[in-house]
């Protein structure tokens, strides 16, 4: 069977941005591995060795254990504050500024899209920029917050009534935020064009956009390392590092 070189499927997308009306992204953690934040089933990360996800990091375990849920997510929470935007967090964010991109639907919580310059996005799990607390409910810029914690350890508490803060991800067995799953499912439904890149497609509702996009019409695209179980549906499948293939489709395009 003939099968088309990586160089061909770049092109193949090329192609599909130029007949496209409306072009979305949806990315998840594989996008921000080269910058240095390990994804959450490539094996050797060890973020899920020893520990029950459903149990450490679900809503049900932060409010049973909160330092146990703050011990697990700290390595995670170092990698993140001195994480940068990588060549693929640029090159959507500069799709978007020639109007070759109209949203990035993400499942990130390190905010290196915005960080990249991306204007439109809908975070669908949340992010880091926030916390809030369990007891009261204020809310408070994480940063300072996350700081102290690297320093000493402690559950971050809130400085109005002493209660256990908490980062504004979305944990499971939590609601995913409203607006951005609405916004997302707004644009998933109004493309004509999805480019998923560094997603299992295994969590839901999330994983599950992509199929509903290509259910309304819309071509897929798939740049991730991995096989994932919607590669059958696609038009284009490209394994290989979204950080080589998004500035080279970039660079085809304003040939
Ligand atoms: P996942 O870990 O399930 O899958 C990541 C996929 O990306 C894998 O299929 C892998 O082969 C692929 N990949 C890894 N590096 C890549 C690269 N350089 N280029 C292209 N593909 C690459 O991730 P998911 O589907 O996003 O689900 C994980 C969940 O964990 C999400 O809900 C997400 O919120 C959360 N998470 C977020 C971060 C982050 O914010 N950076 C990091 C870890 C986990």
Redesign the pocket.
């Known amino acids: 069977m003939f099968t088309l070189t990586i160089s061909q499927r770049i092109d193949e997308v090329v192609t599909l941005f130029r007949h496209s009306r409306y072009p979305i992204a949806f ?9 240095g ?6 094996g050797n ?1 060890g ?1 899920w060795q020893n520990v029950d996800p459903m149990v450490v990091a679900s809503i049900y375990g932060f409010r049973r254990d909160p330092q146990a849920f703050y011990n697990w997510v700290r390595p ?1 929470t170092k990698t ?1 504050i001195e ?1 940068e935007p990588n060549a ?1 967090h640029y090159a959507l964010a500069h799709l978007e500024q020639r109007q070759c991109l109209h949203a990035v639907i ?7 899209h915005t960080r990249a310059g991306t204007q439109q996005i809908y975070e ?3 992010h ?1 920029r926030e916390a809030t607390c369990i007891s009261c409910f204020a809310v408070y810029d994480n940063r300072p917050l996350m700081d102290q914690f690297m320093q000493d350890g402690r559950v971050p508490l809130c400085p109005a009534c002493g209660g256990i803060m908490k980062p504004n ?2 944990l499971f067995g939590e609601q995913l935020p409203m607006t951005q799953l609405q916004g997302a499912q707004n644009a998933a439904r109004q493309c004509d064009l999805m480019v998923v ?7 839901a509702p ?2 599950d956009l992509p199929v509903y996009a290509k259910r309304n019409g819309a071509k897929l695209v798939m ?6 179980h919607v590669d059958s549906m696609a038009e284009v499948v490209i ?7 998004l500035p080279e489709i970039v660079r085809r395009l304003e040939k």
């Open positions: 990315t998840g953690a594989g996008i921000s591995t080269d910058s934040i390990p994804d959450f089933r490539s990360s973020l995670l993140t994480a693929a993400t499942q990130n919580i390190d905010m290196l669908l799990h949340g880091m991800v979305i890149i560094g997603s299992s497609l295994e969590v999330a994983g740049i991730n390392l991995e096989s994932t394994h290989a590092r979204a950080a080589e293939i």
